[in-house]
């Protein structure tokens, strides 16, 4: 049996959320309560074991990455545990956290990472999957919200979410960790909407494609330490709470962005996706997410809804489409309203993408135009070398 | 239990291959040996029962779909039984057969539409997959060449091919029906070199993506009677033998392309990929199948490559790419040598097709850049209704 080495680390949390990486950032007080992250070491190699908001003594220096700041009922017994039988324990966390574990930082809201009331708003793939997933994990307490009764309903039968009262805020009024699962306009809105009514402790995220404008927003109204944006890469084409599915997410990556201030709330945010959903987090910032996302999301849906778009007017009727010609345009099907959006929201990246393709388009168009065969091995040998890696 | 009418159908054959419509084609006189469709109705409907080339007295009249000519002993055993029991037999033909069977025609060749010897010239994917399903059918012998010694070695060794000359010819020159399942481009060449080897009664087809030229070869060659093209809507993105599947045809369209006086050939093609692929057989014409097939299939091509193509130029390293761009792009990774053949062939009809996404690109980018949601949900919503059929 391999020999277990803990440690604990105090990150930066809402009050101070910055992180600190080596050789940057100020060296903050350690407040009254701070995000305790238990690390274990197995053969040298740092791995996530368990965390919680801890009170702690004014003053106390962590910076050593001692055990006594401790004091989280979770964390404390698994630390226990380990202590008395240092061999590896059973976890879910199997790979290593998703950023650098540094310096501490200080003062932390009382918020677990794991909540046991846990609320979303919208039911849809997105939302339903999500609350599937939660309460498979075993989260307490899931509320939902959708403006279609139908979908609240279809979602309390099949025991994806515990009750579904008739008004969102009720929903934000009664949770640690409020998901926006709307599209990507209505969280918007909804942002400031619900905002009176979500408890002083609890956290915000989305679940949206675009995260600048939801990461800005979260800044303009001053909820900049308690939300993180989330972007799961694990969507459908299809759409409702009937697409939802409780492994959606599991092993798929999901893009955490945090605002300004809000690295702390990123950090528990990421957490969460982790250890209840299965997830694998990735830290971003919302440009370079919305950036890269043009490219390899909303490119993709608009070139297969441009293939379809175009066979849509220009394919013989009952013209057969084998299966490559099916998968080149499955995203057409996406749902036209939810996609207007992330592609309004994101044009300012969409736009220059789309216009490039141009290039590409037209050096092919030459290669055939004069029967130049090793133009077109060459050109789709580009395309099949990075495709192929891809599949690796 | 429903009632089953039989009656047969004297069908076009090598030495007088004309389909006869109703008011159309001359009424040739039956030769000595004809190709005999039994078929049966259940509730007026009619379904194929088998079929075969028997031996007819000169001069004998079929115009009237009468009984007496079945004399092919799997078609008369299975008759007999019907007559006996009038009940629907069990059998593996579920479809209507892929055309319409009206007056018969005349003189036949010996050939047997389920070749007991059949010879594959390839053995990558299509070539492979059909000799793996051909051999779980029962066909007695299947013979495969390969230019790469190893894909014969392995052909063999998986049971795929009962053996693997060392020559193309020698392959030629033992079976029933000779399928050329090399590249586009070596079809063509094969067509020529192996003429010479064919036995006397055998047919030729071809698996390739375009049509028109092997058909207009196998026309110049004289091969036009004893050869029909075939296209199966079953490819896959990888390539050689070990992509070879055992079910790769099974339920898929497969077009059937006739030479100018090859209708025989084709009814008998078509018949071989039903009853022992049961794939399901679509006649053609070669023009229409080029021209339908930029649409469906080499445009699907052309733009998964394109999207690959430039991401592979654009995309950040490392960026991670979901479920939705994977399938948008899977197509590219197909062999960029076998494509390049196809493209270059069927470059008259993929140009304008290419040049035609032009203008639904320049829609939406105009709808982007004036951020007009209307246009883009339209936009969007014609490619989605579209594809959303293909699901349903």
Same mark, same amino acid.
């Given at each position: ?112 990472? *794991?909540?046991?009331? +846990? @609320?979303?708003?919208?039911?849809? /793939?997105? &939302?339903?999957? $999500? =609350? ?84 800005? *927003?979260?800044?303009? +109204? @001053?909820?900049?330490?308690?939300? /993180?944006? &989330?972007?799961? $890469? =694990? ?101 036209? =309203? ?55």
């Amino acid at each position: 049996m391999d020999r277990v080495s803990l440690r604990t680390v105090v990150l930066g949390t809402a009050e101070s959320p910055s992180v600190h990486r080596p050789g940057h950032g100020p060296a903050g007080r350690p407040g009254r309560n701070a995000c305790v992250y238990v690390q274990w070491a197995v053969a040298g190699r740092w791995r996530f074991l368990s965390s919680g908001r801890v009170g702690l003594r004014q003053g106390c220096d962590h910076a050593r990455h001692d055990r006594r700041p401790v004091q989280h009922r979770f964390a404390r017994s698994r630390l226990h545990r380990a202590e008395r039988d240092p061999v590896v324990m059973p976890g879910r966390l199997r790979r290593e956290p998703p950023f650098a574990f540094t310096r501490p930082s200080v003062a932390a809201s009382f918020l677990c990472v *794991r909540p046991t009331k +846990l @609320g979303i708003i919208g039911l849809g /793939a997105i &939302g339903g999957s $999500l =609350a599937l997933q939660a309460k498979r994990a075993g989260i307490a307490t899931v509320l939902g919200w959708s403006p279609e009764l139908g979908e609240r309903v279809a979602a309390v039968r099949q025991g994806a979410i515990d009750d579904a009262p008739s008004r969102a805020a009720d929903v934000a009024r009664a949770v640690e960790l409020l998901v926006l699962a709307a599209p990507p306009a209505a969280n918007l809105d909804l942002l400031g909407s619900l905002k009176p009514h979500v408890g002083a402790g609890a956290l915000i995220t989305d679940v949206g494609s675009v995260k600048r404008a939801i990461v800005a *927003r979260a800044d303009a +109204l @001053g909820l900049g330490p308690r939300f /993180a944006g &989330g972007h799961p $890469l =694990a969507g459908t084409h299809e759409h409702g709470f009937a697409a939802a599915r409780g492994d959606l997410f599991k092993g798929a990556v999901v893009y955490i962005t945090s605002t300004r201030d809000g690295n702390g709330a990123a950090r528990e945010v990421a957490h969460f996706w982790e250890s209840v959903l299965e997830a694998h987090p990735v830290l971003i910032d919302a440009a370079q997410h919305d950036r890269q996302l043009a490219l390899t999301s909303h490119l993709p849906q608009a070139v297969a809804s441009l293939l379809a778009h175009y066979l849509a007017r220009a394919a013989p009727p009952g013209a057969t489409f084998g299966p490559g010609a099916r998968d080149a345009t499955r995203l057409a099907a996406s749902e036209p =309203a939810l996609w207007t959006e992330i592609f309004l929201m994101n044009r300012d990246e969409l736009l220059p993408a789309l216009r490039s393709l141009e290039q590409p388009l037209g050096e092919l168009e030459r290669a055939l135009e004069t029967g130049n065969a090793q133009a077109v091995t060459a050109w789709l040998s580009c395309a099949a070398q990075w495709r192929r890696q891809a599949d690796a």
